[in-house]
């Protein structure tokens, strides 16, 4: 008998949550297959099977935490592995063999049989109540016998979802009854009445990663003193630039040019120029880094995360935008892995995407920088003392580390930001 155990994740990371089991008891896995995901504080790690064999039991649940080194599944080894029989047919009477005669027997294991009591009666097809250890928890939590559960699984399983679906279409048959029997002239509520009527509410469990982002931001904004100062920047030089060179420079490095790479040249020197923008604070030192890793905020399905740009200076334009595009990828697919978040010293975030036209970006601790962009708006704007003309205008925020940065760098930055950008070709200037 062989054991799935939690493997050590990172230095930093003690602990991980279920996320999802990728195989279920019964099933056969050879060596290296992916066998359970678990989700860690910063990314999603797949865990392999060590030996081949059967899944003979799984001793945590999606949803639960676990952690490093704890066993949380069995496997029977594959030199004495076979699936587990099916019922013997001359146990039961010939009307109550099961029906699902294509369902494969490794299905249909003692932890996934139901217990005698919600065992089907004579003349009932589901034979075999077969359910997820998921299913099987959540059933427990709201009180649900599993045999009372549709489910529109081929083999008859059941799922976190059929129990969810069966636990809301109860709910809303309770709140149906309470509102029919209600009296014509009801005595006004109590408060406390009030807050628990029959207004809809869904209640659902914070994932591991949105509460270590949330501890995170709480963390910075008490131990940091956070300031943001505010400019703009006429894209219209950048876009027209990108306007002539996009296809040629598609056809050369197959990746599109795109703001990105503009605004992290920017940045890398105007770090150069203002260093304190590059350091982090350790007990009583400035730990002032002489390289230039950008990390580059990302939506994932998860939640916001931070993958990093290694070496951003050294890097070309295309370079730039490859990196931003693989880790993108990488972000969306939950694939990132540690190395991919560790280590930044600066840091652009880009709310423009989802429209937002301003907006204060609050630290990546331990870093004292981040650069927030924006969405790019046609806006009147002054040309000399009798012109006016309509220019792609984008706010730009710098949100630092006052204990460490005076409001005069902070302002230069941002200021030597806007000129770069407003002057694009400057930028193949800069070393």
Not at 149 to 171: E, F, M
Not at 327 to 352: E, V, Y
């Amino acid at each position: 008998m062989g054991e799935i155990k939690v493997p050590e994740l990172a230095e930093s990371i003690s602990e991980g949550t279920v996320a999802q089991w990728l195989k279920q008891v019964g099933d056969f896995v050879e060596k290296g297959d992916y066998i359970v995901e678990l989700e860690t504080d910063k990314v999603n790690v797949e865990i392999t099977a060590e030996d081949s064999g059967v899944l003979t039991e799984l001793l945590a649940g999606e949803g639960d935490t676990v952690q490093v080194g704890e066993t949380i599944a069995r496997l029977e080894a594959k030199e004495g592995a076979s699936a587990p029989a099916a019922p013997k047919a001359e146990e039961k009477p010939a009307e109550e063999a099961p029906k699902q005669e294509a369902a494969p027997a490794q299905q249909k294991t003692v932890e996934e049989v139901a217990p005698a009591a919600e065992a089907p009666q004579q003349g009932n097809q589901k034979q075999w109540l077969i359910a997820s250890p998921a299913a099987r928890k959540a059933a427990r939590e709201r009180g649900i016998k599993l045999d009372q559960v549709p489910t529109t699984d081929p083999l008859g399983r059941v799922r976190k979802h059929d129990i969810d679906s069966y636990a809301d279409q109860k709910s809303n048959e309770q709140k149906h009854q309470a509102q029919a029997s209600k009296p014509a002239n009801p005595v006004s509520p109590s408060p406390a009445a009030s807050e628990n009527s029959d207004k809809p509410v869904e209640r659902e469990r914070m994932s591991r990663r949105r509460q270590t982002i949330a501890k995170r931001l709480v963390e910075v904004q008490q131990t940091a003193a956070m300031l943001t100062t505010f400019n703009e920047v006429d894209m219209t030089a950048v876009m027209a630039l990108r306007k002539r060179r996009k296809d040629k420079f598609f056809e050369q490095h197959d990746v599109r040019l795109g703001f990105m790479s503009f605004f992290t040249k920017a940045v890398v020197a105007a770090l150069k120029k203002y260093p304190l923008l590059n350091a982090e604070i350790q007990g009583n030192e400035l730990l002032i880094k002489k390289f230039y890793d950008i990390g580059i905020a990302v939506s994932a399905p998860d939640g916001l995360v931070v993958p990093v740009v290694r070496d951003a200076d050294r890097k070309t334009f295309a370079g730039i935008e490859g990196s931003i595009v693989d880790l993108a990828k990488k972000a969306r697919d939950n694939k990132l892995a540690l190395k991919d978040l560790q280590g930044g010293t600066f840091t652009i975030t880009n709310g423009g995407v989802f429209g937002s036209l301003m907006s204060t970006p609050i630290l990546n601790g331990p870093q004292v920088g981040i650069l927030g962009m924006h969405k790019v708006q046609l806006r009147p704007v002054a040309i000399d003392e009798e012109r006016i003309e309509n220019r792609p205008m984008m706010y730009i925020a710098l949100s630092y580390d006052h204990r460490i940065v005076d409001g005069k760098e902070a302002v230069s930055f941002l200021a030597t930001v806007k000129e770069l950008l407003e002057d694009p070709e400057s930028l193949l200037l800069e070393g």
